[in-house]
């Protein structure tokens, strides 16, 4: 198991940025394929994006790409979210997940954060 505290969530302007943190407990940090998620008031939870063990691989949902980079430093047991060009319409509760040994995708997260909140202004 991994435990997983997310930070960076706040209040900002349409085209603004955020810079999302993930802190994993634990040292097999490494073996996770890591991803976000987030989830807006009276909708289900959607996949943002998702980087392998290593960095090597990453995947996007298309309502990000080109916007959102998905990141992360082993040594320091952290996965990152860069939100660039935010939208209104991408306020929401982002959530990060950590899946064992998992595909680069949105399936098969078992450990997630607690969240933090996003709000953007229009």
């Keep these: 198991q991994v435990q ?4 960076g969530g706040g209040f900002v302007q349409a085209r603004g940025s955020l810079r999302l943190s993930c802190a994993a407990s634990g040292r097999t940090f490494r073996t996770y394929t890591m ?6 008031p009276g909708k289900e939870r959607e996949f943002v994006a998702a980087i392998s063990w290593n960095g090597g691989t990453t995947n996007y949902a298309d309502s990000v790409k080109g916007r959102f980079t998905i990141s992360r430093d082993n040594a320091k047991n952290t996965a990152f979210l860069q939100m660039n060009s935010l ?3 991408d306020t929401a509760t982002y959530y990060c997940a950590a899946n064992y040994y998992g595909l680069v995708d ?3 997260y078992k450990n997630w954060g607690q ?3 996003v709000t953007v202004s229009s």
């Design 106 to 108: 949105q399936y098969g």
């Design 4 to 7: 997983l505290v997310e930070s």
């Design 35 to 40: 991803g976000w998620f987030r989830q807006a």
């Design 87 to 89: 939208k209104a319409e």
């Design 115 to 117: 969240g933090t909140q």
